[in-house]
């Protein structure tokens, strides 16, 4: 089995996995020791030396030699246990990582939660308010000076008075998109970025129009998208700009069902498997490497080996043994 322990994480944004939990004994804080101790009563030899001399005075080289000896008696890796939280991974893979069964799971609900699309949201508002994204207004004090500029007949009262328009405009725009923001009018939202974009030309496609759009537009809508979505590293330049639209108008189409009064455990129906998701995580070590051998597998789905990588790298911080255990394990198969 080829597996791939130095894959190069790169295609997800925003990922988070920590280690907040992990079993440890009364008298001692590494949890490696209790493997030690397993193997002991398992062997039948605890009676050499009393139970506590395993949990602190047994030397580290012999923890060491038997934590890797393990290998060939799995069952007592089982005595410890992992709580991850796991943060910025896809629908697509929380499907893939939830069917290894002998975990604990407590996923974010989809119905009641809609975080990862507000944060969404609040990003294309915040592009509006730092100056990212220049809003088409129509200014009847602005249209004046082009007509006199146009006769050389304008004056600087006339720019000014044009200046002075545009910042009580935006000011004004800025203080609705707040307020949609609050009210989840995400169609408000959205539709005034995306016509907002300066379009430069029709991309070559065939199944829908899609726009090349000027390349601070196009950093805003990625950094939009990609505060809800997971973006395929597969999916490249254009078509990346125009997957993003699709996903910035599921967001649109999901708050619009729920203004008609569509349950929201309905309404989802709109969003693709793309959407962030966030959820705890429960597994005992020998399970962990279990795992680690299906999915850092190199014909494993990309995204899954990011997420497993990362599991496994906070892990080692406990158990610095972990890599050459999964290496020991998985080579045998």
């Known amino acids: 089995m080829c597996l791939d322990l130095d894959y190069d994480i790169r295609g997800l944004k925003n990922l988070d996995v920590k280690l907040i939990a992990y079993t440890i004994p009364v008298i001692n804080t590494d949890p490696r020791r209790l493997i030690v101790l397993a193997v002991k009563v398992s062997s039948g030899k605890l009676h050499e030396k009393e139970w506590k001399h395993y949990l602190t005075e ?27 939280l796991i943060d910025g991974i896809s629908r697509v893979t929380s499907h893939q990582l939830v069917r290894h069964r002998l975990a604990t799971y407590t996923q974010e609900s989809q119905r009641y939660s ?25 200014i009847p004090e602005c249209v004046e000076l082009v007509i006199k500029e146009f006769k050389n007949e304008a004056s600087e009262d006339d720019r000014i008075k044009c200046d002075k328009a545009k910042e009580r405009a935006f000011k004004e725009l800025i203080s609705k998109l707040e307020s949609a923001f609050q009210k989840r009018e995400a169609s408000y939202i959205i539709n ?37 979505f997971v973006i395929p590293p597969s999916i490249k330049a254009n078509e990346r700009v125009c997957l993003a639209e699709e996903y910035l108008l599921s967001i649109a189409r999901y708050y619009d069902l729920i203004k008609k009064g569509v349950p929201y455990e309905d309404a989802r129906f709109v969003i693709p498997q793309a959407i962030k998701t966030r959820l705890m995580m429960t597994v005992n070590l020998r399970e962990l490497i279990h795992i ?34 999964i290496d020991k394990t998985c080579g045998s198969r």
């Open 58 to 84: 047994y030397p580290e080289k012999d923890v060491h030699n038997f934590v890797i000896d393990a290998v060939k008696y799995p069952v007592v890796l089982e005595h410890i246990v992992f709580t991850f």
């Open 292 to 325: 680690a051998c299906l999915r850092l597998n190199e014909k494993s789905q990309w995204e899954i080996r990011e997420l497993v990588k990362k599991m496994i790298d906070e892990v080692s911080r406990i158990v610095p043994e972990i890599y050459e255990l």
């Open 192 to 228: 005034l970025f995306l016509n907002s974009s300066s379009i430069r030309k029709l991309l070559d496609r065939s199944d829908r129009a899609c726009y090349d759009m000027h390349e601070d537009f196009k950093k805003a809508m990625l950094k939009a998208v990609e505060e809800a």
């Open 114 to 138: 809609e975080s990862y699309m507000q944060k969404a949201l609040y990003s294309i508002v915040e592009a509006f308010k730092n100056g990212s994204i220049n809003p088409v207004l129509v």
